[in-house]
């Protein structure tokens, strides 16, 4: 039996890793004083790369834009330049804008080292689940009064 080998592109080029990469770290910076990586660390960046999926189209899109107004590539500017361009991908396309934000973060609280400093349990919230602090329920009378926003299904 002969098998045939897949060759599955890289999602994003090495010009638009270390644009991505430079917007994870000004997310989420390494802090100190909690003992914890920014979303540039090796690792984190790494998973944040690997996990892009189904969203890698969008994630390049919205790089090419900030690399287009940049000028080349948005890691080569300073700090303030790309909270300029950042600000501008936010107002101008907040979904890729969110986007971008979910893609990292959703990465970065997957860190051990991450959840080791907010005192969580190693493992995933499933099945045993996370007890949560019980919170105001009249919070959501205003929600049940609109009533139904969708219609039944027959």
């Known amino acids: 039996m002969r098998t045939h080998a897949t ?9 638009q890793q270390r644009s991505l990469r430079a917007l994870a770290g000004a997310m989420v910076p390494a802090s100190d004083e909690f003992s914890v990586p920014g979303a540039d660390d090796e690792r984190i960046f790494a998973d944040i790369v690997a996990s892009l999926g189904r969203d890698a189209p969008q994630i390049t899109q919205a ?5 287009d107004w940049a000028g080349g590539c948005l890691a080569d500017l300073d700090a303030d330049q790309q909270a300029a361009l ?3 991908l936010r107002d101008e396309s907040p979904g890729l804008a969110l986007l971008l934000v979910n893609v990292v973060v959703r ?4 860190d051990d080292r991450v959840m080791r400093s907010l005192n969580m349990e190693l493992r995933p919230p499933f099945p045993k689940g996370f007890e949560l602090e ?8 205003p929600v049940r009064a609109r009533g139904r926003a969708y219609r039944e299904v027959p």
Do not use: H, K
Request: proline share 7%.
């Open 7 to 15: 060759i599955v592109p890289a999602p994003l080029s090495a010009r």
């Open 63 to 67: 790089l090419a834009r900030l690399d």
């Open 86 to 88: 950042t600000q501008r």
């Open 107 to 110: 990465c970065y609280y997957r």
């Open 134 to 141: 019980q919170g105001d329920w009249s919070l959501l009378d």
